[in-house]
């Protein structure tokens, strides 16, 4: 039985992080730039605009199913939704398949996501790969659409779709044992 089949770029983690390795492919590249500027340097609250990094038609599927659409209405609500417990968070990537689409590119990747919380305890502490601790360490999976856009900023590529899969089970676990979340918290959820 034949079937037709696409190139895809495969990183498997051979170190964790945007290692040069990852980052020779330019949605990695960008996504680099991207997680280490716009997310973990949280743009949103700095008051950078939605369209330096995503299209128009942005939309942003959250763990729980949650769909936000719209470039600007995802930019603000999207992101500061993800990230609100977290005073800083690191992405950390171990896995990325990059397969190129009419338009740009769709990556399939994981990466553990470290957070510091607001309001952090005595729990024990989790380290990255460069041994920095963090309260919490979650692996998560995504799926990026990015486009290729000549008037965009950075590199000629925006994002114009986000998928997050992850367990935020643990992270609310450590919330509830520092004061952060009530277990009545999670019925109004």
Not at 14 to 40: C, M, N, R, V
Not at 83 to 102: C, D, G, R, S
């Amino acid at each position: 039985m034949s079937f037709p089949t696409t190139p895809v770029f495969v990183y498997n983690g051979s170190k964790p992080g945007f290692t040069s390795e990852l980052t020779q492919h330019p949605a990695a590249a960008w996504l680099k730039q991207y997680t280490e500027t716009a997310l973990d340097g949280r743009a949103w609250e700095k008051g950078t605009p939605y369209s330096e990094w995503h299209t128009d038609d942005y939309s942003i599927t959250k763990a729980d199913g949650t769909v936000i659409s719209g470039g600007k209405e995802a930019w603000e609500q999207g992101a500061p939704s993800l990230f609100k417990p977290f005073q800083a968070h690191k992405h950390e990537p171990n896995l990325a398949v990059i397969m190129e689409t009419p338009n740009g590119w769709m990556m399939l990747g994981q990466a553990d996501v470290y957070g510091q919380l607001h309001a952090p305890g005595s729990e024990p502490k989790v380290k990255d790969s460069e041994g920095k601790e963090w309260d919490t360490m979650t692996p998560g999976a995504f799926r990026f659409m990015f486009v290729k856009d000549g008037s965009a900023p950075h590199d000629g590529i925006k994002m114009q779709q986000t998928s997050v899969f992850l367990d935020s089970g643990p992270t609310m676990a450590k919330m509830m044992k520092v004061g952060m979340l009530k277990p009545e918290d999670l019925a109004k959820a």
